[in-house]
């Protein structure tokens, strides 16, 4: 689920409670140009299979199955017409039509029939001399098809060792249509509309990406589909658009899929050249793609698909360790795997050339097989990426499976059906009760984890931190905690005045007050609910108690909060007092009575120290470019006592206040990082980058020292500390080596204003 939008509210833009209810107000985004272009791309799907499907039931089909031995022969398997059912098991060399002529002999043509014959496309045939021999075979079967249908005489069937038999060549129609072509055309049309929910849910590049790699693999299954149904009757125009269109839609793919895991979940370093560099490869791939002239061309194509997604693990890799995410690692997985498949079923096409049964099987079947498994990939990324309750779907899928399978013995056992018959039957049969059922089961299954009085307080007490620092967060921060609460199938902000919560609409409208807050414009604003429990129920009395308690209780974390915060801010100020006016006397006074100039220099600089700390724990509020000020002089004077250099770099895009905690933080970092590097690096140089832009504080410190392989260090208090700092802070850390020697460590913080205001200050070395 998408987080809360952190957007400021404007109430001037906001509609008032009557046009709300009057329902005068701007459509939801799903009930304006988004869902009508939704309906209109799905009819036009829709429209484009039956199209397919029209299509198909004018071509040609032989009353007759044909499978190839292991030795290449083609032997006649299945015979529609039982007056014929004497032909199965003989084998077929050729078809041939004789055309009558007036006052000449009769012509007759043939056209061979092998193996090469039954492959459905000529794009998963790895040989370039074989591609051309398929496209040969195939335009002289086209030939006596059509000469056979446009002098309207029988076809023969050249048979080995028995005479021709004579075969009436019937349009596919309707029932013709094999049940395999509306599966694929069902999970094509599937796809395809998943891409375009997800692209109009949000236009962003990645979705983008993901719409395209969508579209593209709804586009594959729907050529598997059509050539499952073409026999060997493979149109002329069909086989060139086949091979092209196929491998075009591979390198967008892998185009698509280098913007995707660039992008999502959270953006690479350099990116833009990343997705850049994977598009000009895509292009270059669709280019050498084009017709498939040469044996070099094939293994460019498919390699170069290969080489894509190798990098593209080895980028999600380093992502993965720089930036964890949950998300990264199923990427990582899904991707492994589909590449490695892939890489199979390559090797598999090349090398089956031994037997051509098993090549055209591979490259029939295991070709169609990859290709529904990525489809599904497709289908779950965007569920497995926003949504918490995907496992309740599993296990719902997991029992429908359980019922089809079921289902499947019972119709063998019982009804004797055929294998494929009954598996079709049961799979549909168990898909139309899921469907029907799924929201009845989903609303009574115990696994739904409410929201408890406990995490309805933890989430208060959060929503109140946050709020602290940004008073124009509320109405998202409570739209989301009421989404949670009451499940509502609408919500909106609306201007208007009301004293507590309300019900309208015989409960389907539930109206709340927003709570007023300082340095906030939110006090005539009204939050408002429709629909509770997903439109299951109406809104209560209770609802309504239960919702202005939550605003009270809301208010009493915050007053509790400000007091709180009032304490510790005059508790630090006592603090840093007694610090200057007690320690910092007794240390002026022991400097003077040292008894050598280093002893001397070593109390001066502790009351540096001392001065820096009083002066933090005194100010109300601490900038980043004055904290980046008082950092600098600090570790300036830190270093020059050993006569190391410091090289300081600062990149802001804009200043930011920092709280307690992170001006702390920070602090306590930079000083143990120069400390570390003073006491073991024996260093001459320090360098410190500092960056903050997009929200993301970045901090690195490298020295040119003595020290390496930081992945052996045993961290003790100090540099566990840091560890533990930099937790605090919500960023990683991690050191490495410098180059050309010595150690960098670098901090980066990626979302720095939503650092706990107010989290425990811990105390270290």
Same mark, same amino acid.
């Given at each position: 689920?998408?987080a809360?939008?952190?957007?400021?509210y404007s109430?001037?833009t906001?509609?008032?409670?009557?046009?709300?209810?009057?329902?005068k107000?701007?459509?939801?985004k799903?009930?304006?140009w988004r @869902?009508?272009?939704?309906v209109?791309?799905?009819?036009t799907?829709?429209?484009?299979?039956?199209?397919a499907?029209?299509?198909?039931?004018?071509?040609?089909?032989?009353?007759l199955?044909?499978?190839?031995?292991?030795?290449?022969?083609?032997?006649i398997?299945?015979?529609?017409?039982?007056a014929?059912?004497?032909?199965?098991?003989?084998?077929?060399?050729?078809i041939?039509v004789?055309?009558p002529?007036?006052?000449?002999?009769?012509?007759?043509?043939?056209?061979?029939?092998?193996?090469?014959a039954l492959?459905?496309?000529?794009?998963?045939?790895?040989?370039?001399?074989?591609?051309?021999?398929?496209?040969?075979l195939?335009?002289?079967?086209?030939?006596?098809?059509?000469a056979?249908?446009?002098?309207q005489?029988?076809?023969?069937?050249?048979?080995v060792?028995?005479?021709?038999?004579?075969?009436?060549?019937?349009?596919?129609g +309707?029932?013709?249509?094999?049940?395999?072509f +509306?599966l694929?055309a069902?999970?094509?049309?599937?796809?395809?509309?998943?891409?375009?929910?997800?692209?109009?849910?949000?236009?962003?590049?990645?979705?983008?990406a993901?719409?395209?790699?969508?579209?593209?693999?709804?586009t594959?299954?729907?050529f598997?589909?059509?050539?499952?149904n073409l026999?060997?009757?493979?149109p002329?125009?069909?086989?060139?658009?086949?091979?092209s269109?196929?491998?075009?839609m591979?390198?967008?793919?892998?185009?698509?899929i280098?913007?995707?895991?660039?992008l999502h979940?959270?953006?690479?370093?350099?990116w833009?050249?990343v997705i850049?560099?994977?598009?000009?490869?895509?292009?270059?791939?669709?280019w050498?793609?084009?017709g498939?002239?040469?044996?070099?061309?094939?293994?460019?194509v498919?390699?170069?698909?290969?080489?894509?997604?190798?990098?593209?693990?080895? *980028?999600?890799?380093?992502?993965?360790?720089?930036?964890?995410?949950?998300?990264t690692?199923i990427?990582?997985?899904?991707g492994l795997?589909?590449?490695?498949?892939?890489?199979?079923?390559l090797?598999?096409?090349?090398m089956?050339?031994?037997r051509?049964?098993?090549?055209?099987?591979i490259?029939t079947?295991?070709?169609?097989?990859?290709?529904?498994?990525?489809?599904?990939?497709?289908l779950?990324a965007?569920?497995?990426?926003?949504?918490?309750?995907?496992?309740?779907?599993?296990s719902?899928?997991?029992?429908?499976?359980?019922?089809?399978?079921?289902?499947?013995?019972?119709?063998?056992?019982?009804?004797?059906?055929?294998?494929?018959?009954?598996m079709?039957?049961s799979?549909?049969?168990?898909?139309?009760?899921?469907v029907?059922?799924r929201r009845?089961?989903?609303s009574r299954?115990p696994?739904?984890?409410?929201?408890?009085?406990?995490?309805?307080f933890?989430r208060?007490y959060?929503?109140?931190?946050?709020?602290?620092a940004?008073?124009?967060?509320?109405?998202?921060?409570?739209l989301g905690?009421?989404?949670?609460?009451f499940?509502p199938?609408d919500?909106?902000?609306?201007?208007?005045k009301?004293?507590?919560?309300?019900?309208?609409?015989?409960?389907?409208?539930?109206?709340?007050?927003?709570?007023s807050?300082?340095?906030?414009?939110?006090?005539?604003?009204?939050?408002l609910?429709?629909?509770?429990g997903? =439109?299951?129920?109406?809104?209560?009395?209770?609802?309504?108690?239960?919702?202005?308690r939550?605003i009270d209780?809301?208010?009493?974390?915050?007053?509790?909060?400000?007091a709180?915060?009032?304490g510790?801010?005059?508790?630090r100020?006592r603090?840093?007092?007694?610090?200057h006016?007690d320690?910092?006397a007794?240390?002026?006074?022991?400097?003077?009575?040292?008894?050598?100039?280093?002893?001397?220099?070593?109390?001066r600089?502790?009351?540096?120290?001392?001065k820096?700390?009083?002066?933090?724990?005194?100010a109300?509020?601490?900038?980043?470019?004055?904290?980046?000020?008082?950092?600098?002089?600090d570790?300036?004077q830190?270093?020059?006592s050993?006569?190391?250099?410091?090289?300081?770099q600062?990149?802001?895009?804009?200043d930011v206040?920092?709280?307690?905690?992170?001006?702390?933080? @920070?602090?306590?970092? *930079?000083?143990?990082l120069?400390?570390?590097?003073?006491?073991?690096?024996?260093a001459?140089?320090?360098?410190?980058d500092l960056q903050?832009?997009?929200?993301?504080?970045?901090?690195?410190?490298?020295?040119?020292?003595v020290?390496?392989?930081?992945q052996?260090?045993?961290?003790?208090?100090g540099l =566990?500390g840091?560890?533990?700092?930099?937790?605090?802070l919500?960023?990683i850390v991690?050191?490495?080596?410098?180059?050309?020697?010595?150690?960098?460590?670098?901090?980066?913080?990626?979302?720095f204003?939503?650092?706990?205001?107010?989290a425990?200050?811990?105390?270290g070395?």
């Amino acid at each position: 689920m998408a987080a809360a939008d952190s957007t400021p509210y404007s109430a001037g833009t906001l509609p008032t409670l009557d046009e709300v209810l009057r329902g005068k107000q701007e459509l939801p985004k799903w009930m304006g140009w988004r @869902l009508r272009l939704l309906v209109v791309a799905v009819l036009t799907g829709c429209a484009a299979v039956f199209l397919a499907a029209h299509w198909l039931t004018s071509q040609p089909r032989l009353p007759l199955t044909l499978k190839p031995t292991a030795n290449g022969q083609v032997r006649i398997q299945t015979v529609d017409n039982p007056a014929l059912q004497r032909l199965e098991g003989h084998l077929v060399e050729a078809i041939r039509v004789t055309i009558p002529a007036v006052d000449e002999e009769p012509v007759t043509l043939a056209a061979a029939i092998d193996v090469l014959a039954l492959h459905r496309s000529s794009y998963w045939i790895s040989s370039p001399q074989a591609r051309a021999r398929f496209t040969t075979l195939h335009e002289a079967i086209n030939r006596v098809s059509q000469a056979a249908a446009s002098n309207q005489v029988l076809l023969q069937l050249g048979l080995v060792d028995t005479p021709d038999e004579p075969i009436v060549l019937q349009r596919r129609g +309707w029932s013709g249509l094999n049940p395999l072509f +509306w599966l694929l055309a069902l999970l094509a049309l599937t796809l395809f509309s998943v891409g375009w929910v997800v692209v109009l849910a949000g236009p962003q590049w990645r979705n983008v990406a993901f719409f395209i790699l969508t579209m593209c693999q709804a586009t594959q299954l729907m050529f598997i589909a059509v050539e499952h149904n073409l026999d060997i009757f493979l149109p002329d125009w069909f086989i060139p658009l086949d091979a092209s269109v196929r491998a075009v839609m591979d390198a967008i793919s892998a185009g698509a899929i280098v913007q995707i895991a660039m992008l999502h979940p959270r953006k690479v370093q350099n990116w833009p050249w990343v997705i850049a560099g994977g598009w000009v490869t895509a292009a270059v791939m669709a280019w050498l793609s084009m017709g498939l002239p040469s044996q070099g061309s094939w293994l460019w194509v498919h390699g170069g698909g290969i080489a894509i997604g190798l990098i593209t693990l080895w *980028l999600l890799h380093r992502s993965l360790k720089v930036n964890p995410h949950p998300f990264t690692l199923i990427l990582q997985r899904f991707g492994l795997i589909s590449l490695g498949t892939w890489c199979l079923l390559l090797l598999s096409v090349s090398m089956g050339s031994t037997r051509p049964d098993m090549q055209l099987n591979i490259a029939t079947y295991g070709v169609m097989t990859w290709h529904v498994f990525f489809a599904s990939e497709l289908l779950l990324a965007p569920y497995l990426s926003r949504s918490k309750r995907i496992l309740q779907e599993f296990s719902m899928l997991a029992a429908s499976s359980t019922v089809a399978a079921s289902m499947d013995l019972l119709f063998v056992a019982v009804f004797s059906l055929g294998q494929f018959t009954s598996m079709t039957l049961s799979l549909f049969l168990a898909f139309g009760s899921y469907v029907s059922v799924r929201r009845w089961l989903i609303s009574r299954m115990p696994g739904r984890d409410p929201i408890t009085m406990e995490r309805l307080f933890e989430r208060l007490y959060r929503i109140a931190r946050e709020l602290e620092a940004h008073p124009d967060r509320l109405p998202p921060l409570l739209l989301g905690l009421m989404q949670e609460l009451f499940e509502p199938l609408d919500t909106a902000v609306v201007r208007g005045k009301l004293a507590q919560a309300e019900l309208r609409g015989n409960g389907s409208v539930l109206l709340m007050p927003m709570p007023s807050l300082r340095n906030a414009s939110h006090v005539d604003e009204i939050l408002l609910l429709k629909h509770a429990g997903k =439109g299951l129920r109406l809104f209560t009395s209770e609802d309504a108690r239960l919702a202005d308690r939550v605003i009270d209780q809301l208010g009493r974390a915050l007053n509790f909060d400000q007091a709180v915060e009032q304490g510790r801010s005059e508790e630090r100020l006592r603090i840093a007092q007694d610090l200057h006016d007690d320690i910092g006397a007794r240390l002026l006074t022991l400097m003077y009575q040292a008894p050598n100039s280093g002893i001397e220099e070593y109390i001066r600089h502790t009351l540096q120290d001392l001065k820096t700390l009083t002066r933090g724990l005194a100010a109300q509020s601490h900038t980043l470019n004055e904290a980046a000020g008082e950092w600098k002089r600090d570790l300036s004077q830190r270093l020059s006592s050993v006569h190391c250099e410091l090289v300081w770099q600062m990149a802001i895009d804009h200043d930011v206040t920092l709280t307690m905690v992170q001006w702390s933080a @920070l602090t306590r970092i *930079l000083r143990e990082l120069v400390n570390n590097t003073i006491s073991h690096a024996k260093a001459k140089q320090v360098r410190v980058d500092l960056q903050f832009q997009d929200d993301c504080l970045t901090l690195s410190v490298s020295d040119n020292g003595v020290g390496s392989a930081p992945q052996n260090w045993s961290h003790g208090l100090g540099l =566990g500390g840091v560890r533990k700092r930099v937790k605090q802070l919500g960023g990683i850390v991690v050191w490495q080596d410098a180059q050309p020697k010595g150690i960098r460590c670098e901090v980066k913080v990626p979302a720095f204003s939503l650092c706990p205001v107010n989290a425990p200050l811990t105390h270290g070395n």
